[in-house]
Nanobody, 131 residues
Framework: QVQLVESGGGLVQAGGSLRLSCKAS????????VAWYRQAPGKDGEFVAA????????YYADSVKGRFTISRDNAESTAYLQMNSLKPEDTAVYYC????????????????????????WGQGTQVTVSS
């Protein structure tokens, strides 16, 4: 059974930083793309960032490019999202997701909607950025 558990969310002032973690269990973590999505209050969920199975390929939404960095540690079955220069509009619940097809490219996640059945999902972690 695939399990994804996010942590690291919290309240931060604009301009600050947070690092989210996604700890995986119950499967071979290293063979799959991992992605982060987010959903702000009253809005549809959106793709944020993705990383391929070995970390060599990453892909970001334009809104976070240059501010967020996705990474992974396959030995620890954990993915990370380093978020710098945070803005109030980054406030959302952030979700970790894992692909169901092995060895795809990170860009694939840009075409998959939030909450799609084609991915496994974590329960989410709240990030709140105050102005």
């Amino acid at each position: 059974q695939v399990q994804l558990v996010e942590s690291g969310g919290g309240l931060v002032q604009a301009g600050g930083s947070l690092r989210l973690s996604c700890k995986a269990s119950g499967h071979t973590f290293s063979n799959y793309v991992v992605a982060w999505y987010r959903q702000a209050p009253g809005k549809d969920g959106e793709f944020v960032a993705a990383i391929n199975w070995n970390g060599a390929n990453t892909y970001y939404a334009d809104s976070v490019k240059g501010r967020f960095t996705i990474s992974r540690d396959n030995a620890e079955s954990t993915a990370y999202l380093q978020m710098n220069s945070l803005k109030p509009e980054d406030t959302a619940v952030y979700y970790c997701a894992r692909d169901t097809v092995a060895f795809r490219g990170a860009q694939t996640m840009g075409y998959i909607a939030h909450n799609s059945d084609s991915l496994y999902w974590g329960q989410g972690t709240q990030v709140t950025v105050s102005s």
